[in-house]
């Protein structure tokens, strides 16, 4: 394919979901009708976002996949010359996978709502917002300026926020403020530690900053820039001790909130660490990298243990919410293999970053199917006397709630194992100049995280696809039977399953594209 056709793939990309937000608040969207305007609304978003994946896979197709560390589709026009602002996109091996699992993501939350539209106001509303947030979130992924990152980094705040405030069930004003309070004030700090790197470095172009590896930023310099941009990372990865608006964000936001927040929101925050961070300012992220390891490990442990009290008998506990917080320690993986420095470790990283978002988005999809077919999704409920039993009930739906736990748990052949096993292996040997001691720490603590998350998980699965004794009910036996997958959920959990499936087989069809680019990021290291 031409390079002028990935240009212009890539840049349809970034504005047509932003074009198509603005259509959907039309009176009547162009081109679409249905029985009402709020079907035909919801028709448009499912079009709009089907139109920018087909684009997201042609792109995918016309990746020079031969040279994935080579930017490509690269667009850069100036915008705001006094500052040295320009329109700078561009796409390579590490960027790709996100723009197409971002645009997958989003077009199976558009088409699940049109036929489970949230209860809450006008369609016109959901789709404009829904539009949006994934034009922010292609667009963060896509652009190589730093002022412009951190503008598409803050377009999706907005968005998500009404999503969970109106879109929300109960306490989604409390997780909408949290989520919001916490992701600006982390922004605030980060914006400072790009303005400084792009001042100090005589330019905000992340190529050209990168190809330079921090030599025209003093010592000092990428401490501090290190500091601030990693704060406002650590936000959205979610780092603990900052997590704490992520379960509240969770629990509250509507099924399509919840797997976008975990698919592709918190992506963006790892991201961030992997293109500005580690190539920008390599002697300031040495300095925090066994920080950073530090608190990785202790959110792999922390939110197993919690996920572990939830599933309890007796405690309590919010199926939606054990995800969430599972999603801590998952992540907790990512942010362990990036802290190592090694090229190994961050391809691990990047790895478990989509096998995330396609484990963890099928995870809150069933959980939304759940909650729809008994009005609550508390733990106590669906084990007790009348509870779920789905593989008695609801057996399709019982087997994939038990294939999404065995692939979070890190099952090997599935998506959900290479990148926990890559980070963990790195942190057996990380880079030169890191304490080695100290980081075998930290895989212990790792691997005590993953004996915890199968416990947790096989819990869950017990109590809910078994009823509360742990036997299988036939039938009937504890009540009607139930729905089984529907259509329309086949339709939108299909793609997540097999997609699992085939990264957990084939991983260097993943690793393949991150690997020159991770080399070249580390400057060739170890």
């Known amino acids: 394919m031409s390079t002028t056709a990935l240009q212009i ?62 930017m490509q589709a690269t667009t850069d026009v100036g915008w705001i010359p006094a500052l040295g602002v320009r329109i700078h996109l561009g796409v390579d091996g590490v960027s790709l996978p996100l723009l ?18 949230p209860d809450g106001p006008s369609p016109k509303a959901f789709v404009a917002l829904l539009l949006l947030l994934e034009g922010g979130t292609l667009a963060s992924f896509a652009v190589l300026d730093l002022v412009l990152f951190f503008l598409a980094f803050e377009t999706v705040l907005i968005p998500m926020y009404f999503l969970i ?11 909408a403020w949290r989520f919001i309070l916490y992701t600006l004030l982390g922004s605030v700090v980060m914006l400072l530690g790009l303005l400084l790197v792009g001042i100090k470095g005589g330019t905000f172009d992340m190529v050209a900053l990168a190809t330079d590896n921090g030599s025209g930023l003093s010592h000092s310099t990428q401490v501090i820039a290190v500091l601030a941009i990693g704060l406002g990372l650590a936000v959205k990865a979610p780092v603990w001790p900052l997590h704490s608006w992520l379960p509240d964000a969770h629990t509250s936001a ?18 961030g660490l992997v293109r500005i961070v580690l190539p920008i300012a390599p002697d300031g992220a040495r300095t925090f990298a066994p920080y950073l390891a530090a608190l990785a490990a202790v959110g792999i442990v922390y939110g197993s243990l919690v996920c572990l009290a ?42 478990a970053n989509v096998a995330h978002g396609l484990v963890t988005g099928l995870l809150f999809f069933l959980v939304g199917g759940i909650k729809d077919r008994y009005g609550t999704t508390d733990l106590d409920r669906l084990s007790g006397p009348t509870g779920a039993a789905l593989y008695g009930r609801a057996p399709r739906l019982g087997g994939l ?19 926990e096993m890559l980070a963990m292996f790195a942190s057996f040997r990380p880079a030169d100049g890191l304490s080695r001691p100290a980081y075998l720490v930290f895989l212990v603590l790792a691997g005590l995280g993953t004996l ?13 696809c078994m009823g509360g004794n742990g036997e299988q009910h036939p039938a009937g036996a504890v009540g009607p039977a139930l729905t089984d997958v529907r259509p329309y959920e086949f339709a939108a959990w299909t793609p997540l399953v097999v997609l699992t499936v085939l990264a957990g087989l084939w991983p260097a069809a993943l690793l393949g594209l991150t690997d020159p680019v991770v080399q070249q990021l580390l400057g060739g290291g170890n």
């Open 254 to 271: 509507p099924t399509a909130g919840s797997v976008l927040l975990a698919g592709v929101l918190l992506k963006m925050g790892t991201y």
């Open 310 to 351: 939830l599933a309890r008998r007796g405690a309590k506990g919010d199926l939606k919410r054990l995800v969430a917080y599972s999603s801590v320690g998952h992540m907790g993986f990512v942010l362990l293999g990036i802290a190592t420095l090694t090229p190994t470790g961050v391809n691990g990283a990047l790895f």
């Open 165 to 175: 405030s109106r879109w929300g069930g109960e306490g989604r004003e409390r997780g």
């Open 452 to 464: 915890l998350t199968a416990a947790y998980l096989l819990a869950v699965v017990r109590r809910v």
């Open 9 to 70: 793939l890539l840049a349809a990309i970034v504005v047509v979901p932003l074009l198509g937000a603005v259509a959907a608040l039309l009176p009547a969207p162009p081109g679409l009708k249905g029985r009402s305007p709020g079907q035909a609304v919801l028709r448009h978003g499912v079009t709009v976002t089907g139109a920018v994946l087909a684009l997201s896979v042609a792109l995918a197709a016309g990746f020079d996949h031969d040279h994935p560390a080579r």
């Open 401 to 419: 709630l038990a294939f999404g736990a065995v692939a979070s748990l890190g099952l090997p052949g599935l998506a959900g194992f290479w990148g």
């Open 100 to 117: 197409v699992l971002t645009s997958l993501l989003t077009f199976l939350c558009a088409l699940h709502s049109y036929w489970r539209t």
